[in-house]
Nanobody
Framework: QVQLVESGGGLVQAGGSLRLSCAASGSIFIINNMGWFRQAPGKQRELVAVVTRGGITNYADSVKGRFAISRDNAKNAAYLQMNSLEPDDTAVYFC??????????????WGQGTQVTVSS
C-alpha cells in the first residue's frame, strides 16, 4: 500500500502564497497521475490540478494562472505552488496518486489533507 502525507498548509492573508508538498511512501509501486483536490465546508470535493508522470498538467478554471503543480518522480513527491490566494481558496487540500500495481490495474491513494485558510 502507498501512503501519502501532505504538508505546507496554514493561515495566509489574501494575496499571499503557500506551497503544499505531498510525499508518497510504502511498497514498491509506480505512480501515474498525481493531483491535488480540495474540499471546503459544505462543498463537494473538487479537482484543483493534476500532473501526469510525463509532466502534462491540467487545472481547474478557478485556479488557472495562480496555482502551479509539479512533481519529482525520483522522490515520489508532488507540490502545489499557490499564489494570489483568495478567501474562496480556503479548504482542506488532499493529495491524490493513481498507483499502478499491475498491468491495467490501478488504485487511488489519498492523503489525510492539509488545511489552507485565506483571510480577507
Amino acid at each position: 500500500q502507498v501512503q501519502l502525507v501532505e504538508s505546507g498548509g496554514g493561515l495566509v492573508q489574501a494575496g499571499g502564497s503557500l506551497r503544499l508538498s505531498c510525499a508518497a511512501s510504502g511498497s514498491i509501486f509506480i505512480i501515474n497521475n498525481m493531483g491535488w483536490f480540495r474540499q471546503a465546508p459544505g462543498k463537494q470535493r473538487e479537482l484543483v490540478a493534476v500532473v501526469t508522470r510525463g509532466g502534462i498538467t491540467n487545472y481547474a478554471d478557478s485556479v488557472k494562472g495562480r496555482f502551479a503543480i509539479s512533481r519529482d518522480n525520483a522522490k515520489n513527491a508532488a507540490y502545489l505552488q499557490m499564489n494570489s490566494l483568495e478567501p474562496d481558496d480556503t479548504a482542506v487540500y488532499f493529495c491524490n496518486a493513481r498507483v499502478a500495481v499491475a498491468l491495467g490495474r490501478e488504485y487511488d491513494a489519498w492523503g489525510q489533507g492539509t488545511q489552507v485558510t485565506v483571510s480577507s
